[in-house]
């Protein structure tokens, strides 16, 4: 290359060969900056995708006729589905923090707790049952006719599964190996036991359907207080769903609206979701991301303990005089979701307060959503736990008093505990409110009640 | 490294006249053949295999000495048995949960560690080494060598997984009773299809380290030392995975590559849960998209001068 040649032919040519190179440099580059759209492109798509294909998928309300909120509230009645198989995903933030760590500071303090003590089976329904009050959890459920039923509770690497087969009962805990074991004939001895055991059954008919349970809880509270309305229709698990919701008409209720999604053929509730008054995430959350109608295999309900396997035996556990708490916190298990989030989050605010009293006091005041029950503990303080039993109740107490909203009133002072969906006021003269109202409310009912 | 040179100089020849026969496909196929020869031969690679053995062996026999006196939970008291690697408590049971329990252990650093090291020397090591401009005088064209590499660390991935799995099967049956088992979801399924799934699994671990496979490509095609490769490779892993631990970033877990890491277990549910498994799959093909283009876009213009 000679560019500074003076010849005026050479010079053009220069510059054309110039102008070629810097062309051939340029398009290099145009091509290296080609290659690189590849991965941007990629990651472009892939990123378009993740973000447009749940928004599309949900705009596709499904087509169906109306329906009035009676015909869809004789529909969820009439369902008769027996044969049912398929996974459902429960979201529950009840603006407690971590359960799972009370759980187990409640654990080692209630005389019942499942994972306290030695003598305790890991495998013990009410334990794991009460993971289900915080986070998100996955659980397979299967049901096929009103004997056999299967509720898995999927975790990291492992699975905690109850399974009811005729008249056996399993909770196999494959973290730890661990099986806990009940068969209705040892229930006969013990009156309470028996009562309870009797009811399981007809509970558990009702598996299939976590949320069907659910549904019929809520609709039990049906009344003038309440607002129920069809409100359009969506799609569930793929499948068409009406969306039926319930709505208190009352003031001071936490509880903002219910909602819960039917299937259209089969009138299964496939979808439950209770939205605070407040705003913000769903309290709860429980929903089919898969159902499947068909009749689960038969292997499905087969139980026999691992080889190795720890198996604790209910008579064992009665025999200690712990059964029938847990009893009846697996049958709220296998039944309503919400009645067992709103027991653990009573047993998260109030401790061991329920156990160690009784129900002795227990009043209601007012009635539909904004009921508030009142139940005098007896104990100064108000604290729980700081009464009678106080040992080793420094840490509940720690864990309490850092939850508690000091309130003053007509009734003297006292400490509100507050989730999203229950709150509790401890009086310091011992008395106990607790609902699913707001602050006000309860401190309104205290004054009253003095 | 001579023997490394070697080697490659003896292979390089046999493949140039197989490409002047059959160019295309037969082409390819030595090249990638001479590749595995050349990666599985090195002692390095023995040695990460080796490691990779050792490991099932010693978590059985440490859980031999710890049930040695007859008390077969393997959970402590107060039901401790969630910790430790997955499915380890069922182990003094079945041998086959050893598999298990020896995937559950090395998939969240052993495996991708060895990945890493092989998918980082993959490109930085030839050019370090002073031979990947030997691999391109040859007329493979730097895509198809792109392929051939990533394909050679892919098998690594595989080979690795069985080893591991192959171990721990030997240890676990000469260790512990072989038989039927239970799955987690507490049903029982026979030793055939015992075997079955832990062959899945196998593949579903080998699966997994897709990602990390070609996110390490893509950082040796950046640099011309294989040891930065590596270095960088294996401290994103542990970076990633701290990050993964961390609740506050919860939005941007699901798109750590580990992230659905331990999804493998749910093949041993019954009926298996397949939506993570196949999130983890999808996840996997992203990044070895998006990575694996992004070293080919990087390699194409990429100036070899070693």
Redesign the interface.
């Known amino acids: 290359m000679a560019p500074y040649e003076s010849d005026d032919s050479a010079r053009a040519d220069d510059a054309a060969v110039l102008a070629a190179e810097a062309e051939e440099v340029r398009s290099a580059r145009r091509r290296k900056a080609a290659r690189y759209l590849v991965p941007v492109t990629v990651v472009g798509v892939a990123a378009a995708t993740i973000g447009l294909v749940p928004a599309f998928a949900g705009s596709g309300d499904p087509d169906l006729p109306k329906i009035s909120a009676q015909e869809l509230i004789e529909k969820i009645a009439a369902s008769d589905v027996q044969q049912v198989s398929g996974t459902v995903k429960i979201t529950t933030d009840l603006g407690l923090p971590d359960l799972g760590g009370l759980a187990d500071s409640l654990g080692s303090q209630m005389p019942s707790g499942g994972s306290g003590g030695d003598s305790g089976s890991a495998a013990a329904p009410s334990a794991k049952l009460l993971e289900l009050a915080s986070g998100t959890h996955t659980l397979q459920v299967a049901t096929d006719g009103p004997d056999k039923q299967k509720l898995s509770l999927l975790d990291e690497a492992a699975e905690y599964s109850i399974i009811h087969n005729g008249d056996d009962l399993w909770a196999y805990d494959s973290a730890s190996n661990e099986v806990y074991h009940a068969t209705d004939a040892g229930e006969g001895e013990d009156s309470k036991g028996g009562e309870d055991r009797k009811d399981a059954p007809d509970a558990s008919e009702d598996v299939p359907a976590t949320p069907q349970e659910l549904a019929e809880e809520a609709l039990k509270a049906v009344d003038d207080t309440t607002s129920v309305t069809v409100d359009g229709t969506m799609q569930v698990a793929g499948r068409d769903a009406y969306r039926l919701v319930i709505e208190p008409k009352q003031s001071g209720s936490t509880v903002g609206a219910i909602s819960i999604a039917v299937d259209s053929e089969t009138g299964l509730p496939l979808k439950f979701t209770l939205t605070p008054a407040s705003g913000g995430a769903a309290v709860v959350d429980a929903g089919f991301t898969k159902v499947d109608f068909g009749k689960p295999s038969a292997s499905t309900f087969d139980f026999t303990p691992p080889k190795g396997a720890k198996v604790t035996e209910a008579d064992e556990m009665e025999e200690s005089g712990h059964h029938d708490s847990r009893f009846d916190e697996l049958d709220k298990g296998l039944g309503s979701k919400d009645a067992e989030n709103s027991k653990a989050s009573k047993d998260a605010a109030g401790s061991e307060e329920d156990f160690a009293s009784g129900l002795d006091g227990l009043k209601t005041i007012g009635k539909g959503w904004s009921t508030i029950a009142e139940f005098d503990t007896g104990a100064e303080g108000g604290m729980p736990g700081g009464g009678s039993d106080s040992t080793g109740d420094a840490r509940v107490d720690g864990f309490l008093n850092s939850l508690g909203d000091q309130v003053k009133g007509d009734f003297g002072s006292g400490t509100v505990f507050k989730t999203r969906l229950i709150n509790v006021l401890f009086t310091d003269d011992g008395k106990v409110y607790a609902g699913a109202v707001t602050k006000d409310a309860l401190v309104k009912a205290a004054n009253a009640a003095e | 490294m001579s023997r490394v040179e070697t080697s490659r100089a003896e292979a390089m020849p046999e493949a140039a006249s197989q490409a002047a026969r059959a160019p295309g496909l037969l082409w390819t196929f030595g090249l990638f053949r001479s590749e595995l020869v050349t990666t599985f031969r090195r002692w390095r690679t023995i040695a990460l295999l080796g490691v990779l053995a050792a490991v099932p062996i010693l978590v059985g026999i440490a859980v031999k000495i710890e049930t040695g006196d007859g008390s ?4 402590g ?6 910790e430790g690697p ?2 380890i ?2 182990i ?3 041998g086959l949960f050893l598999v298990f329990t020896a995937l ?1 252990a090395t998939l969240p650093f052993f495996l991708p560690m060895a990945v890493g090291v092989i998918a980082g020397d993959a490109i930085a090591g030839e050019a370090n080494a002073g031979t990947l401009r030997y691999l391109l005088v040859a007329p493979a064209g730097r895509t198809r060598l792109l392929l051939t590499k990533y394909a050679t660390t892919m098998t690594f991935c595989v080979v690795a997984t069985l080893v591991v799995a192959a171990s721990a099967l030997a240890a676990g049956a000469l260790l512990f009773p072989l ?1 039927d ?2 799955t ?5 399924i026979s030793f055939a299809e015992g075997l079955f799934r832990a062959l899945l699994i196998a593949l579903a671990v080998a699966a997994s380290l897709i990602g990390i496979a070609a996110l390490g490509l893509f950082i040796s095609t950046l640099t011309n030392s294989g040891i930065a490769a590596m270095a960088t490779t294996v401290g994103l892993l542990i970076t990633v995975q701290i990050l993964d631990q961390i609740p506050q970033l919860d939005a941007l877990h699901p798109y750590f590559f580990s992230h659905y890491w ?1 999804s493998f ?2 093949l041993m ?3 298996v ?1 397949w ?1 993570d498994l196949q999130r983890n799959l999808g996840l996997q093909a ?1 990044y070895a ?3 694996g ?2 070293a ?2 990087r390699f ?2 990429k100036d070899v001068t070693a």
């Open positions: 077969s939970t393997g959970g008291p107060g039901g401790g048995g969630g997955a499915f408590a069922q003094t049971n079945n559950a038989g088992l239970t987690i979801s507490g049903t029982r331990l277990a749910d549910r019954e009926p849960y939506d992203l998209a998006v990575f283009s992004a080919w876009a194409m213009a």
